[in-house]
């Protein structure tokens, strides 16, 4: 990643959320046709930023899924990158997920 867009997203980039659903899973589809990255400000305790490809479809992880006891998830993106949320109960329940959030990224 470079310095441009990590300062991007560190600084100006407006938080995105989803809220209900404790024990539910991120998963991002890239749809904006760029490269980028994506920092989970909720839940915390998590640091470090994630990268997604053009087309890319993938749960959040850190070695395992990441799951939210609240159900809620804020990420920060790069400007420029819309976002759209959708709830999706069947979503990763095969991983240990209490559903998923979907976070697509156009």
């Known amino acids: 990643m470079s310095l441009a867009v990590a300062a991007v997203i560190g600084v100006s980039a407006a938080p995105a959320r989803a809220d209900g659903a404790p024990g539910a899973c991120l998963l991002v589809q890239n749809h904006s046709g ?57 979503a990763g329940n095969d991983g240990g997920c209490n559903g998923s959030w979907v976070l697509t990224l156009n």
């Open 34 to 90: 760029y490269d980028t990255s994506i920092r989970l400000n909720y839940p915390y305790g998590y640091s470090g930023t994630w990268d997604f490809s053009p087309g890319e479809i993938a749960f959040l992880a850190d070695g395992d899924r990441i799951t939210s006891s609240t159900g809620s998830f804020n990420v920060q993106m790069a400007d420029g990158i819309s976002d759209a949320w959708a709830w999706d109960p069947m």
